[in-house]
T-cell receptor
Framework: KQEVTQIPAALSVPEGENLVLNCSFT??????LQWFRQDPGKGLTSLLL?????REQTSGRLNASLDKSSGRSTLYIAASQPGDSATYLC?????????????FGKGTKLTVNP | EAQVTQNPRYLITVTGKKLTVTCSQN?????MSWYRQDPGLGLRQIYY???????DKGDVPEGYKVSRKEKRNFPLILESPSPNQTSLYFC?????????????FGPGTRLTVT
């Protein structure tokens, strides 16, 4: 059974700092991996999606890496801002035949202090 | 505008009173799914549908029903809601096209069962 773990569960940093969020998964047979952002009481915003054949994806100040063989992904946020404060969720997508299963980690709650 | 809509967004109901949460997508996606999000447990898949008239259980299907009579709609039915179904519910739709993947989440439905 696929399990996704995110470390740390919470992180507080001063504005301007570069930071790394970690995600690990137990079954390397993934189709892709996705990072989401969730603001309190809100829906999910997709940040980056990395296909299983890719090593990294970048969008603005965000860079996500994937090492499928070791079951790890990182989300790097450069020059953090108070507006980056949110919960970040990592999810791996398993695909078997025509079915799809998205398994989420429990998230890292990020607070960026001005 | 591509979107997934859910209704209602907020619902307070009593134990045993049947309810339906609707989900609709306008992107002609084949795949739709329902998730619930609970503190400390993260997001868990309830049911998914690979296409019209094709549905299957996710990780936590007990107490829920779904149907997929049309491609755009995937309602979640609680025949006899109980307090342990108090949660934040998300609907999602997705589609593969060659090597590209597209997914959208709805805004969420916050359900309270008293």
């Amino acid at each position: 059974k696929q399990e996704v773990t995110q470390i740390p569960a919470a992180l507080s940093v001063p504005e301007g700092e570069n930071l790394v969020l970690n995600c690990s998964f137990t079954d390397s047979a993934i189709y892709n991996l996705q990072w989401f952002r969730q603001d309190p009481g809100k829906g999910l915003t997709s940040l980056l999606l990395i296909q299983s054949s890719q090593r990294e994806q970048t969008s603005g100040r965000l860079n996500a890496s994937l090492d499928k063989s070791s079951g790890r992904s990182t989300l790097y946020i450069a020059a953090s801002q108070p507006g980056d404060s949110a919960t970040y969720l990592c999810a791996v997508r398993m695909r078997k035949g025509g079915s799809e299963k998205l398994v989420f980690g429990k998230g890292t709650k990020l607070t960026v202090n001005p | 505008e591509a979107q997934v809509t859910q209704n209602p967004r907020y619902l307070i109901t009593v134990t045993g009173k049947k309810l339906t949460v609707t989900c609709s997508q306008n992107m002609n996606h084949e795949y739709m799914s329902w998730y619930r999000q609970d503190p400390g447990l993260g997001l868990r898949q309830i049911y998914y549908s690979m296409n019209v008239e094709v549905t299957d259980k996710g990780d936590v299907p007990e107490g829920y029903k779904v149907s997929r009579k049309e491609k755009r709609n995937f309602p979640l039915i609680l025949e006899s809601p109980s307090p342990n179904q108090t949660s934040l519910y998300f609907c999602a739709s997705s589609s593969w096209s060659g090597s590209s993947y597209e997914q959208y989440f709805g805004p969420g439905t916050r359900l309270t069962v008293t």
